[in-house]
Each structure stands twice: as structure tokens, then as C-alpha cells.
């Protein structure tokens, strides 16, 4: 397994950090704009209705908004609502896609934490998968402090 984390500190209350992090809204303001997932209609909270290991459902992963480039198999393993979520899926491109989010109140707001575990399919692919995947997440983060204020954490 290959495997990175990052966090920012953001000027925005836990509440909002979560509301955000669990919203297809959310999400896709964090990938704009190279990339955009797809999500069923009408779910305005992703780990609502959730049981351990089922599989939510399969979300497309559209390049520029509109190229499908990879799937995701959602299924959410453990959510601690409020705080923390760790998501446990399939993708086409990988054997394992292990994505867990925190967010912890401090004296400003609160820390949003994301940890990224990946075992691809086509196992000579790891690095550029890592690559791909460290840059996208980066964009993430660098979309929620300008949405939310904030400042890269160490």
C-alpha cells in the first residue's frame, strides 16, 4: 500500500467543515475544476444511511466534468459523525482506495485531515498513481482554504 496525508487549518467551525466534506456540493467544489464525481440524485449527506462495508454506491470520476476516467465504488467503513469518516472502496484503477477524513476544533476552527492509503491494480502504476493522487488532493486543500480561509498545517 502507498499512502500520503495532508492538512489544513481552517477558518471555518467543525459543523461547517463536515457539512461540507460529506455533500456531493462539497466535494466537487473541492475537485474543481479537474475533476467532478458523480452522485446519486437527492443525497445531501454521503454518509447518511450508511452501513459498515456496504458498498453506498459507484461514482464516476469525469475529468474536466464530463470524461469518465475512473470509478469508485463508495462504501464507508467507520463515520464518527461530526468528526471523522474513513472510507474503504474499490476503484477501477485500484485494488484498494482507502480515503479518511478528520476535522478537530482548535482555538481558530478546526484541522481538516485527509489520509490516502491505495494499492493499484497494475501495480508498476503505484507511482504515477501517486503523483495524480498527491496533486489532486494538494487542489483539494488548496480549494478549502480559499473557500474556508486557512493555512496549510504541519
Sequence with gaps: ???FSIASRLQVSP???WRHAVSPEGV???F???LRMT???H???LTESWKPGERRFRSWLLLGGFLPVDYDDVRFVEVERGRRFLERSTLFSQRTWQH???IEADERGCVLTD???FLPRVRILGAIHGLVFRAAFRLRHRNLRRDFGGVAAV
Design 1 to 3: 500500500m502507498r499512502h
Design 15 to 17: 459543523a461547517t467543515a
Design 28 to 30: 466537487n467544489r473541492e
Design 32 to 34: 474543481r475544476p479537474l
Design 39 to 41: 452522485f446519486p440524485p
Design 43 to 45: 443525497t445531501p449527506d
Design 100 to 102: 479518511e477524513r478528520i
Design 115 to 117: 489520509r490516502v492509503a
